[in-house]
């Protein structure tokens, strides 16, 4: 759904010619366009969409297929029977969940097992210094289930990537398309804010860029496979891919831990896995 699939597009350009040399993911289930039945987990827009991931992406299969959200309006059994039959067609050859609360995440490795299906072998949350929430309950239940862990947003939207600091001018190009997630006067992004100047001071001591220390969090927890950047510009990459080697010792993640406990989301509101009752009022009430 990123830009309406031009960014398969762009990976199909990058990736041609050298295809074996790489592991290829790509996701389905987010609306593309405005039509209703062109989204949502069941077997018909799994197996169309999947089509229309290969041609844009230029390839006959893809080595990771995601189900970007938890759909409530399909079951478990429809979506991973399609997802099995894909796998067995030779069109994906794994596939895996992403953003999904802990309790579903284990009612889909229980429906797998019931119904003799493929299961999820990977999950994909959010997850950073400033929002630790999935500790408490996902990365548990992915561990116990041995699942591997691609975690997204470990910058924090920016806010760890050393653009957001006290005094200084938040960027245009974060303001106008999160202008809430910045809005400096909600108490809330103060609170992140605060937590970022000493973070920041933990990384000076450390010897590092904040960039390091926050993606260094993140790999270091056992159950974390591997994070996902998203550089805008090649700085932004070069910045990020130096991280890659960075191992943080104990006594900076527990400097870390006094700063944001573990567990804690300092955003709350903000994250993707809440489950719909709570959020209309309509499924909460007879």
Same mark, same amino acid.
């Given at each position: 759904?990123?830009?309406?699939?031009?960014?398969?597009?762009?990976?199909?350009?990058?990736?041609?010619?050298?295809?074996?040399?790489?592991?290829?993911?790509?996701?389905?289930?987010?609306?593309?366009?405005?039509?209703?039945?062109?989204?949502?987990?069941?077997?018909?827009?799994? $197996?169309?969409?999947?089509?229309?991931?290969?041609?844009?992406?230029?390839?006959?299969?893809?080595?990771?297929?995601?189900?970007?959200?938890?759909?409530?309006?399909?079951?478990?059994?429809?979506?991973?029977?399609?997802?099995?039959?894909?796998?067995?067609?030779?069109?994906?050859?794994?596939?895996?969940?992403?953003?999904?609360?802990?309790?579903?995440?284990?009612?889909?490795?229980?429906?797998?097992?019931?119904?003799?299906?493929?299961?999820?072998?990977?999950?994909?949350?959010?997850?950073?210094?400033?929002?630790?929430?999935?500790?408490?309950? $996902?990365?548990?239940?992915?561990?116990?289930?041995?699942?591997?862990?691609?975690?997204?947003?470990?910058?924090?939207?920016?806010?760890?990537?050393?653009?957001?600091?006290?005094?200084?001018?938040?960027?245009?190009?974060?303001?106008?398309?999160?202008?809430?997630?910045?809005?400096?006067?909600?108490?809330?992004?103060?609170?992140?804010?605060?937590?970022?100047?000493?973070?920041?001071?933990?990384?000076?001591?450390?010897?590092?860029?904040?960039?390091?220390?926050?993606?260094?969090? $993140?790999?270091?927890?056992?159950?974390?496979?591997?994070?996902?950047?998203?550089?805008?510009?090649?700085?932004?990459?070069?910045?990020?891919?130096?991280?890659?080697?960075?191992?943080?010792?104990?006594?900076?993640?527990?400097?870390?831990?006094?700063?944001?406990?573990?567990?804690?989301?300092?955003?709350?509101?903000?994250?993707?896995?809440?489950?719909?009752?709570?959020?209309?009022?309509?499924?909460?009430?007879?």
């Amino acid at each position: 759904m990123y830009s309406a699939g031009e960014s398969e597009k762009m990976v199909g350009k990058a990736i041609a010619g050298r295809r074996e040399d790489i592991v290829l993911a790509t996701k389905a289930v987010l609306p593309m366009g405005d039509e209703r039945n062109h989204q949502g987990a069941s077997r018909r827009w799994l $197996v169309t969409e999947l089509d229309n991931s290969l041609r844009r992406l230029g390839v006959n299969h893809v080595d990771l297929y995601q189900v970007h959200r938890w759909d409530p309006k399909t079951g478990d059994e429809e979506t991973l029977s399609a997802l099995t039959d894909l796998q067995r067609a030779g069109k994906i050859r794994y596939f895996g969940s992403s953003t999904f609360p802990a309790y579903r995440i284990v009612q889909a490795q229980w429906a797998a097992r019931e119904h003799h299906l493929s299961r999820y072998v990977t999950e994909q949350p959010g997850y950073s210094i400033l929002q630790r929430g999935i500790e408490t309950h $996902v990365l548990p239940v992915t561990e116990e289930y041995g699942m591997g862990v691609l975690v997204w947003s470990p910058l924090a939207s920016g806010w760890l990537s050393g653009a957001v600091r006290e005094g200084r001018e938040i960027s245009t190009n974060r303001s106008a398309v999160l202008p809430q997630r910045f809005d400096l006067t909600r108490p809330v992004n103060r609170a992140r804010l605060e937590a970022v100047e000493r973070l920041a001071k933990v990384a000076d001591q450390a010897g590092l860029s904040l960039i390091q220390l926050a993606l260094g969090f $993140v790999v270091a927890h056992p159950g974390v496979t591997s994070a996902i950047v998203g550089p805008r510009t090649p700085e932004h990459l070069e910045s990020q891919l130096a991280a890659a080697d960075t191992v943080l010792p104990p006594d900076v993640l527990d400097a870390i831990d006094e700063i944001v406990a573990p567990g804690t989301d300092l955003a709350p509101e903000e994250k993707h896995d809440t489950p719909p009752a709570l959020l209309d009022p309509s499924l909460r009430r007879r």
